[in-house]
């Protein structure tokens, strides 16, 4: 959970580089998953390369989106139901025929199990400018739509660790650090500049920073 009792929001972008085996996450159904816990307590295991081979990535398509659970097909040989897995069967993927060496003794599968679980994926993200009128230092930065502007000041902590000791305004206005960019009349034109075939960069809104009296600690 977040700073403010919520979910934390993730973008693509950020799931990507958690691509390695002793850093993975991947992302399903709109949510994200650490499932390097799971890599560690599995290592050396065969089952394990499916996940490894999607590490950073979506990996919804190996869903029902319906129940929630890994796609199943009627198997052509048995002409049972069993988990489709083309890329491969992975950890807690029984066998496609009974053997004495599986052992089904670990509870619920990775994928049903939320102690891997630790945000959602955003929806939407997009880029916004930030410029400290102080500094007149100026970054562009990613978020999330879903974020209030007191989670992009988090984000953008690792630029200007003093950031809450700024007034934040768009347009002249104050903005309302508990409300989301569209919340706070920020709108995300992108789209209509892709229709308008206009450099979205150009035109990126552009919240400005001004320094208040106190300091926050650093």
């Known amino acids: 959970m977040g700073k403010l009792g919520r979910p934390s929001f993730y973008t693509p972008n950020e799931v990507a580089i958690h691509n390695t085996l002793k850093d993975l996450w991947v992302s399903y159904l709109g949510k994200v998953y650490d499932l390097t816990p799971l890599a560690e307590e599995h290592a050396g295991n065969v089952l394990l390369k499916p996940i490894i081979a999607e590490a950073g990535k979506d990996i919804s398509h190996w869903f029902n989106k319906k129940t929630k659970d890994i796609r199943t097909h009627i198997d052509p040989e048995t002409g049972c139901e069993k988990y ?74 690792k630029y200007n660790a003093h950031a809450g000791s700024y007034t934040w305004k768009y347009d002249g206005k104050n903005l309302d650090m508990g409300m989301t960019l569209e919340e706070n009349e920020i709108f995300d034109e992108s789209e209509d500049f892709y229709v308008l075939s206009m450099q979205e960069e150009q035109w990126l809104p552009a919240i400005h920073l001004y320094f208040n009296d106190d300091l926050t600690e650093a």
């Not at 060496?101 to 945000?119: L, Q, T, V």
């Not at 930030?130 to 902590?157: D, G, H």
């Open 84 to 157: 489709y897995t083309p890329h491969g069967r992975f950890i807690h993927i029984p066998p496609p025929y009974p053997r004495t060496d599986w052992a089904n003794d670990f509870g619920r599968p990775w994928w049903k199990d939320e102690k891997y679980y630790i945000g959602e994926l955003s929806q939407k993200t997009r880029f916004i400018r930030i410029l400290n009128t102080l500094t007149s230092q100026e970054q562009t930065i990613e978020v999330c739509s879903e974020e209030y502007l007191s989670e992009i000041l988090e984000r953008y902590l």
